[in-house]
Nanobody, 121 residues
Framework: QVQLVESGGGLVQPGGSLRLSCAAS????????MGWYRQAPGKQRELVAT???????NYADSVKGRFTISRDNAKSTIYLQMNSLQPVDTAVYYC???????????????WGPGTQVTVSS
């Protein structure tokens, strides 16, 4: 069994910062792409940022220059540093990962339960 658990969400004022973490645990052989997605009320889930195992990153245009994704492969953890937060960033943030559970298995995609980020004065 594999679990992704996010942490670090909360309430922050406009212009503030938050750092999200997502740790993968369980029966894991290797983790490939990991990323963050978000879903605001009444909207579809959208990509925020992704990171390959080798460290290549990709960002949504709306967060470029404000958010930074990083990962610690030894800890099976990814982070999302969010700066200059605005009310439009309010959403549930989800962690996502492509995980190989054994040496001979293929990749399976997993989601965390999500963590709420609210930007409001």
């Amino acid at each position: 069994q594999v679990q992704l658990v996010e942490s670090g969400g909360g309430l922050v004022q406009p212009g503030g910062s938050l750092r999200l973490s997502c740790a993968a645990s369980g029966s894991i052989f290797s983790i490939y792409a990991m990323g963050w997605y978000r879903q605001a009320p009444g909207k579809q889930r959208e990509l925020v940022a992704t990171s390959t195992r080798g460290g290549s990153t990709n960002y949504a245009d709306s967060v470029k220059g404000r958010f930074t994704i990083s990962r610690d492969n030894a800890k099976s953890t990814i982070y999302l540093q969010m700066n200059s937060l605005q009310p439009v960033d309010t959403a549930v943030y989800y962690c996502n990962a492509d995980i190989q559970r054994t040496a001979v298995s293929g990749l399976s995609n997993y989601w965390g339960p999500g963590t709420q980020v609210t930007v409001s004065s």
